[in-house]
């Protein structure tokens, strides 16, 4: 069955940087493009960032533009977000989810639209 495990959250300093992970097995990693999404405590899941199946394309949220960056290692099977300087509101559990290729790509990262998703990695950001 598809899988998707998220890794590389901890407890971090504001202004420090973190690096997480999403490992896939169970599909075909390139068949699918590929997005963060984050929800903290008592609010609503929101979308952070994108990816094309390809790599070649990337959307960013604006409350994380100019500082976080995503990436994507098909050979691996990976999708990795690198966070920093890292604010308090930052503070979240961190998901990766799928869109089929098939479907279109585009800066509409909304949950609604996302499958498969993974158990999530708890970021906190200290002030």
């Known amino acids: 069955q598809v899988q998707l495990v998220e890794s590389g959250g901890g407890s971090v300093q504001s202004g420090g940087s973190l690096r997480l992970s999403c490992t896939a097995s169970g599909l075909t990693f390139d068949d699918y493009h590929m997005a963060w999404f984050r929800q903290a405590p008592g609010k609503e899941r929101e979308g952070v960032s994108c990816i094309s199946w390809t790599g070649g394309a990337t959307y960013y949220s604006d409350s994380v533009k100019g500082r976080f960056f995503t990436s994507r290692d098909n050979a691996k099977n990976t999708l990795y977000l690198q966070m920093n300087s890292l604010k308090p509101e930052d503070t979240a559990m961190y998901y990766c989810?799928?869109?089929?290729?098939?479907?279109?790509?585009?800066?509409?990262?909304?949950?609604?639209?996302?499958?498969?998703w993974g158990q999530g990695t708890q970021v906190t950001i200290s002030s």
């Open positions: 989810a799928t869109r089929s290729r098939r479907l279109l790509f585009s800066a509409n990262i909304t949950p609604a639209l996302y499958t498969n």
